[in-house]
């Protein structure tokens, strides 16, 4: 009999990291649960969409709509409130607080940023092997007062909690993708795991994040032992420079600068267009929303004004009035999309027309399958979710890897 990992997927969203999983292979990763909770919208959206593309094939197999504390609390009074023992937990936990580039950005102490505790909490309770979080990159550098404070939060966190963690920036278009989407990578797995007695952590490229996702050095490494500092005290620490690959394993820190290395096949935003004959007009921009966008795109100084009442002048540079398409990825994809923002995707066709972006191509952008979120009624919704989900293929080479080195001997 096979092995096989039993999966629990934390702020799950649409399901992109559970599709990417089961693409591997459905049998080996077996989800045995999934929660998907937004305090802030009475309809669940994403929830609405995540049980519309999954169903549940047994008893032990569920998905709640519960804000992540209540579950952990349910949790730690029942531990068989999810019933089935987990292997790997996944999730790509909310990014808002490490992603806003200000001084105010408050990072793990924000409102969503403190959410990290809870998998902390959820992994204290259910003792998984593996762990394999997603998040902006932004995050090596939050917050701004204190760059790199809450990653070394993290790590410490983990690191106490006898894990290896090792972590990845993966701009997606540098591994053929149709999107250029950087996130950081952070996969964590037990001391003496099967995983442990299979890699060399210090082996690059034979790694679970570079198996499939080559890099190259391009500058020595940085090492800082932070075994004798506790949690707290993280908090009062100096900055700490992340570069963008390293781990941390029993209390040291490595980290280095590498690049990708990739010869593939790459996908380019054209291939994922859909027939020109099949978009609707409503996608396409009337002279007004034409004129607006262009100018937005345009860039230029405006004047704004601090709460204190000061005037200043805030530039922004000029960037393509519409997306060249032709053998390039698309450019990241944003909640906004589908509005008339700087972000947005402009498609400019044969008659010298403009158009957004379909809701089957931002799907298209992040490789899930046409009409993922069709079961939302609102085409902005639509487009909400693919800015807030990730790329497909990044996550199954992640996935593949984790399999390939479960299951070697």
Request: with cysteine.
């Amino acid at each position: 009999m096979s092995k096989k990992l039993r999966v629990a997927e934390l702020f799950a969203g649409v399901g992109g990291f559970r599709y990417a999983f089961e693409e591997v292979s459905k049998d080996f990763f077996q989800t045995v649960y999934a929660n998907q909770y937004e305090p802030l919208t009475k309809k669940q959206h994403a929830f609405e969409v995540y049980e519309k593309n999954f169903k549940k094939s047994n008893k032990k197999q569920f998905h709640d709509n519960k804000d992540i504390k209540e579950v952990n609390e349910l949790l730690k009074n029942d531990e068989n409130y999810i019933k089935s023992k987990i292997d790997l937990v996944v999730g790509g936990f909310p990014c808002q607080d490490y992603s806003v580039a200000t001084t105010k950005s408050k990072g793990i102490e924000g409102k969503k940023g403190v959410l990290f505790w809870e998998i902390e909490n959820f992994i204290k309770i259910k003792k998984p092997s593996y762990l394999f979080l997603e998040n902006v990159d932004r995050l090596l550098i939050s917050p701004k007062s204190q760059r790199g404070r809450d990653f070394l939060i993290m790590l410490k966190v983990l690191d106490k909690l006898d894990y290896i963690v090792e972590w990845l920036v993966v701009n997606a278009a540098d591994y053929g993708f149709p999107q250029r989407r950087k996130r950081v990578m952070i996969f964590a797995y037990k001391i003496d795991s099967k995983i442990d007695k299979t890699i060399d952590i210090n082996d690059l490229n034979h790694t679970v994040l570079t198996k499939n996702l080559n890099v190259e050095k391009i500058e020595e490494p940085l090492t800082k032992s932070i075994s004798k500092i506790s949690v707290q005290k993280l908090s009062d620490q100096e900055s700490f420079v992340f570069k963008n690959y390293g781990y941390i394993k029993k209390g040291k820190i490595f980290t280095q600068k590498t690049k990708p290395i990739y010869s593939g096949k790459k996908i380019s935003l054209e291939e994922i267009l859909e027939d020109k004959t099949k978009i609707d007009k409503s996608f396409f921009l009337d002279k007004s929303q034409q004129e607006r966008i262009f100018k937005l795109k345009d860039g230029g100084k405006k004047e704004r004004i601090t709460k204190e009442g000061y005037k200043y002048k805030y530039s922004e540079g000029k960037m393509s009035r519409f997306d060249n398409y032709d053998n390039r990825p698309g450019r990241t994809m944003l909640t906004s999309e589908g509005t008339i923002n700087r972000s947005t995707h402009i498609i400019k066709t044969e008659n010298n027309k403009y158009r957004f972006i379909t809701p089957i191509e931002a799907e298209r952008l992040n490789q899930f399958p046409d009409n993922w979120t069709d079961s939302l009624e609102s085409k902005n919704k639509r487009y909400f979710m693919m800015g807030n989900a990730l790329v497909i293929g990044v996550i199954k080479n992640i996935a593949e890897a984790i399999k390939y080195y479960e299951e070697k001997k």
